[in-house]
């Protein structure tokens, strides 16, 4: 058998009222999600067929009205599981930058090394790459041109047909 849904008298009064002033369907949902539950004796399988919502959905709404006066929780996206806050992600980026701005290649090995070290444990690298995008480093490639190549010459070798291959007599 399911549980019995408990709503103290004064959510009851505070539901009455938002369906009375309710503006939009959701709020009329969420108030009568509580109302015919304790007023009418409905189950939350009832309730959803009436409502034409989910009863997942329903019990969401009850949820919501019951945690109204709590601060409000972040629940969905985000990041659940940070080592480090934003601003200590950039104060340990800060002495990277440093070196970075000084004309220094930076390589990811030794960034993740001081990473793990200073969390004092182990971490993918996937960590630090993740880090190293959300403060928008970005990887730079090097020149593909060698120093010693005559782009002139290339070029007019490019437009010179080459003779037909002959074997050899």
């Not at 690298?125 to 190293?132: A, D, E, F, G």
Request: glycine share 6%; net charge positive; hydrophobic share 35%.
């Amino acid at each position: 058998m399911a549980r019995v849904a408990h709503f103290s008298n004064e959510e009851i009064a505070r539901m009455r009222q938002l369906r009375d002033k309710a503006a939009t369907v959701m709020e009329l949902r969420k108030a009568l999600s509580v109302l015919l539950v304790t007023e009418v004796g409905l189950d939350a399988r009832q309730t959803s067929e009436i409502l034409g919502i989910s009863e997942r959905t329903v019990f969401r709404n009850r949820s919501f009205i019951r945690h109204q006066d709590e601060r409000r929780r972040n629940t969905w996206g985000g990041r659940r599981h940070y080592s480090m806050t934003i601003e200590e992600e950039r104060d340990f980026l800060g002495t990277w930058e440093a070196k970075a701005n000084e004309g220094g290649v930076l390589s990811v090995p030794p960034i993740h090394a001081a990473l793990v070290e200073r969390l004092g444990r182990s971490i993918p690298i996937s960590t630090t790459y993740r880090l190293l995008a959300r403060h928008g480093w970005r990887k730079v490639q090097p020149d593909t041109r060698h120093p010693k190549s005559k782009p002139i010459v290339q070029e007019e070798f490019k437009k010179k047909p080459r003779g037909l291959w002959q074997p050899p007599v």
